[in-house]
């Protein structure tokens, strides 16, 4: 029985985009012509900031976009980057920095999607606003950025690429609002590519799982700052537990090798639509494991449901199509 439906195949396309090829990437620019240009977002710290510093090593231009003067004098003091103040939040920061990259002539072949923020709580509790700042910033922002760049993308035929998470994938009790935001950042990427295709932008989703990154002490900062703590909370033990383990990031893995798949997003001649970037077998086995705990779950039980063998042969498919 030959079997081919169209939303199995994306789906299988998610469940099978282990592994990352950077043999393939290449350099775009020709001799004697300028580097091509990134605009980076959320570039400060952690994964950002590894990106920044990998892509600029490598001889592309990067404008690193990032909050606080400390940071941007940081940037700046960098070889072949140039800081951009940019609150993905802020609409007048996105149109200045449309203005100072249109401005210095040299075109935009990618944008990179990085900027992200984590908000912790039970989602009985959680208060809407907190909702709120986690998709404006998280959903919201990478929507903004992209929208504005959208004219230079489009001359240059450039790359979109979005930092999810294998929390895009995962769900967990009180990260919901986190898990939540990067759900809805597969969908918009899987929706973008689609609309893009016709345009000769592509666009890449990259989920990591748990690097080095500030994130986590973040969100437990704005949680104490705003006066959130625990205490009162149903889920208090849990809550406090959570924001131990997040806020601790420093002694995880090197992003590197998220840096390295944002890379060939980038400039490779045959992108990927998915990068799934784990330190570990585990980390790679939750996620693949949950994605076909879902596959499984939409198959039980009705009408139409597949039996076995008709799985395996849409998996056989789905490999083929890759």
């Not at 992200?116 to 989602?123: D, E, H, M, P, W």
């Not at 995962?170 to 990427?189: D, N, Q």
Request: proline share 4%.
């Amino acid at each position: 029985m030959k079997v081919l439906h169209v939303q199995f195949k994306c789906f299988m396309s998610l469940v099978l985009c282990l592994g990352i090829s950077v043999g393939s990437v290449i350099a775009i620019a020709a001799p004697g012509k300028a580097p091509p240009a990134v605009l980076v977002t959320g570039a400060s710290s952690g994964i950002g900031l590894r990106i920044a510093e990998l892509l600029s090593s490598k001889g592309y231009f990067v404008y690193a976009g990032a909050r606080k003067k400390k940071d941007l004098d940081v940037l700046n003091a960098m070889k072949n980057v140039e800081a951009v103040r940019l609150d993905v939040t802020v609409q007048d920061d996105i149109d200045k920095a449309v203005k100072q990259i249109n401005k210095a002539g040299r075109g935009l072949h990618g944008v990179v999607n990085n900027a992200g923020v984590g908000v912790l709580g039970s989602l009985v509790e959680l208060d809407e606003k907190d909702l709120d700042f986690q998709f404006d910033v998280n959903v919201y922002g990478p929507y903004r950025i992209t929208k504005a760049f959208f004219p230079l993308l489009s001359e240059s035929k450039g790359r979109v690429v979005n930092i999810s998470s294998i929390s895009g994938i995962l769900s967990r009790p009180l990260v919901g609002p986190y898990s939540m935001s990067k759900h809805a950042l597969e969908a918009y990427t899987d929706a973008l590519a689609g609309e893009l295709m016709s345009s000769g932008v592509r666009v890449a989703a990259i989920e990591p799982g748990n690097y080095a990154s500030k994130i986590g002490e973040n969100a437990k900062k704005r949680a104490m700052d705003l006066g959130k703590s625990p205490a009162g909370s149903r889920y208090e033990k849990e809550l406090t537990d959570i924001m131990e383990q997040i806020a601790d990031r420093d002694e995880m893995a090197d992003p590197i090798a998220v840096a390295r798949a944002v890379e060939h997003a980038l400039f490779s001649e045959t992108p990927k639509a998915r990068y799934l970037v784990v330190p570990n077998q585990g980390e790679a086995a939750w996620t693949i494991g949950k994605a076909m705990q879902e596959m499984v779950q939409l198959n039980q039980d009705h009408p139409y449901s597949y039996d076995r063998d008709a799985l395996v042969e849409m998996l056989d498919q789905a490999l083929q199509d890759l």
